[in-house]
């Protein structure tokens, strides 16, 4: 069973009232991909602001931005669901959907990465940072196959899953936070445990990111490498 095929069925279900209502009303996919970059610009700025005036030990403007991350990931599959309902894709909206999703992925990079800097949590900053680099080649990876004729959709951590990742993970660390504060102790005696931070919720998922998106680039670029070479023969 392709369970990714059938959860987006699932939610083209529950979306497609929406879908009807904004062709009613005339919305275009462009103007949901720009809702989509201007929401992933507000929770760089949440993500800013905790960083500049938030509590070290308070995790929950994280939680907020990963609140409007995820929103702002249903905005990409609402444009491309409206385009193919409403019959109105076209090459350029496409040019721009993919235009905007950099920018947009890259400006929520630079939100946690200052968050995690200003905080002082430099080795989750250094994860951020890879995953960043790791993101964007996964896409450009993809980009540049396809410019040379090959169809490269492969890997597992294409942009749906990092913005899930993202943003799950950044919802349930200011909930936690929330809840238990900064640090939460195992009752323990032997053998002796540290605490564990919350912002680990965030950070951990964060590095695994980081490693498995620039294996999903690698992956790319030696599966491109096969078919470009069995076209030569």
């Given amino acids: 069973m392709d369970w990714k095929r059938s959860g987006q069925e699932l939610i083209y279900n529950l979306i497609?009232?929406?879908?009807?209502?904004?062709?009613?009303l005339g919305?275009?996919?462009?103007?949901i991909t720009?809702?989509?970059f201007i929401l992933n610009l507000l929770a760089?700025?949440?993500?800013?602001?905790?960083a500049e005036f938030g509590d070290r030990s308070d995790h929950s403007t994280i939680g907020y931005a990963g609140a409007i991350i995820l929103i702002a990931g249903l905005m990409d599959m609402v444009d491309g669901r409206l385009a193919r309902v409403g019959k109105s894709a076209s090459t350029y909206g496409a040019l721009f959907?993919?235009?905007?999703?950099?920018y947009s992925e890259l400006i929520m990079f630079l939100g946690i990465c200052y968050y995690?800097?200003?905080h002082h949590y430099f080795i989750g900053s250094i994860a951020a940072f890879v995953?960043?680099?790791?993101?964007?080649?996964?896409?450009?990876?993809r980009a540049r196959a396809e410019g040379l004729g090959v169809d490269c959709s492969v890997g597992i951590m294409q942009r749906p899953e990092r913005i899930l990742i993202v943003g799950v993970s950044a919802v349930i660390c200011g909930l936690v936070s929330g809840f238990f504060g900064n640090s939460v102790y195992f009752d323990l005696n032997y053998p002796p445990l540290p605490k564990f931070q919350t912002i680990t919720i965030f950070s951990g998922p964060i590095f695994i990111l980081a490693i498995w998106a620039n294996l999903t680039a690698l992956r790319r670029l030696k599966f491109s490498k096969e078919q470009l070479e069995a076209q030569t023969k």
């Fill in 16 to 24: 497609n009232p929406l879908i009807n209502l904004l062709i009613k």
């Fill in 27 to 31: 919305i275009t996919p462009n103007m």
């Fill in 34 to 36: 720009f809702l989509g």
């Fill in 44 to 50: 760089t700025i949440i993500f800013i602001l905790g």
């Fill in 97 to 102: 959907d993919s235009v905007l999703d950099r």
């Fill in 116 to 118: 995690l800097v200003a």
């Fill in 131 to 141: 995953a960043m680099i790791g993101s964007i080649m996964v896409s450009y990876t």
